[in-house]
T-cell receptor
Framework: DTAVSQTPKYLVTQMGNDKSIKCEQN?????MYWYKQDSKKFLKIMFS???????INETVPNRFSPKSPDKAHLNLHINSLELGDSAVYFC???????????FGDGTRLSIL | DQQVKQNSPSLSVQEGRISILNCDYT??????FLWYKKYPAEGPTFLIS?????DKNEDGRFTVFLNKSAKHLSLHIVPSQPGDSAVYFC????????????FGKGTRLHILP
């Protein structure tokens, strides 16, 4: 019974395209996050939503936009994809900011 | 099915004592393990890592121990300080295959004065 699910798991697309990655959590958590893993060690927070309100927006390009239709979903939209966007993107959720987080399996985005 | 498990959601330790955070994994293909630390309203930051060819790695107050036969690793913090209060994530990677980090759910460490 998956707690945090991301789709798709793998996404291969060309530069300039617009794509979305979906995230859903069935834990009833109030806070959801998007992270970018751009090297083996570093995980950069991109956005978090708490009760449908954007709380954190680390200075990511405005080509990236989070969309939260309801508390259980936080989707990531990316416009005009660039080569540097190739990375693994993780969705996560937690009840509060200082509580343990449940991570999704990640989406590997490859830009051709 | 969770491949990386942190069975203690929270842990309280007296300041000055040793904090021990535990992590178990199921996939014997994992060959690189990491610990991340996360403060509220911030993203996880890398803390310390260990390759599967080692059984111990030390960095200042932080030491990670790896027991491959038990598929278990632990993070020791000595001595514990108030600034160590945070959520700690254990993570694992299969190098040169996917490079995708697999995270545990995290353990919230609370250092008591």
């Amino acid at each position: 019974d998956t707690a945090v699910s991301q789709t798709p798991k793998y996404l291969v697309t060309q530069m300039g395209n617009d794509k979305s990655i979906k995230c859903e959590q069935n834990l009833g958590h109030d806070t959801m996050y998007w992270y970018k893993q751009d090297s083996k060690k570093f995980l950069k927070i991109m956005f978090s939503y708490n009760n449908k309100e954007l709380i954190i927006n680390e200075t990511v390009p405005n080509r990236f936009s989070p969309k939260s239709p309801d508390k259980a979903h936080l989707n990531l939209h990316i416009n005009s994809l660039e080569l540097g966007d190739s990375a693994v993107y993780f969705c996560a959720s937690s009840q509060e900011y200082d509580q343990p987080q449940h991570f999704g399996d990640g989406t590997r985005l490859s830009i051709l | 099915d969770q491949q990386v498990k942190q069975n203690s959601p929270s842990l309280s330790v007296q300041e000055g004592r040793i904090s021990i955070l535990n992590c178990d994994y199921t996939n014997s293909m994992f060959d690189y393990f990491l610990w991340y630390k996360k403060y509220p309203a911030e993203g996880p930051t890398f803390l310390i890592s260990i390759s599967s060819i080692k059984d111990k790695n030390e960095d200042g107050r932080f030491t990670v121990f790896l027991n491959k036969s038990a598929k278990h690793l632990s993070l020791h913090i000595v001595p514990s300080q108030p600034g160590d209060s945070a959520v700690y994530f254990c993570a694992a990677i299969i190098m040169n295959r996917d490079d995708k980090i697999i995270f545990g759910k995290g353990t919230r460490l609370h250092i008591l004065p």
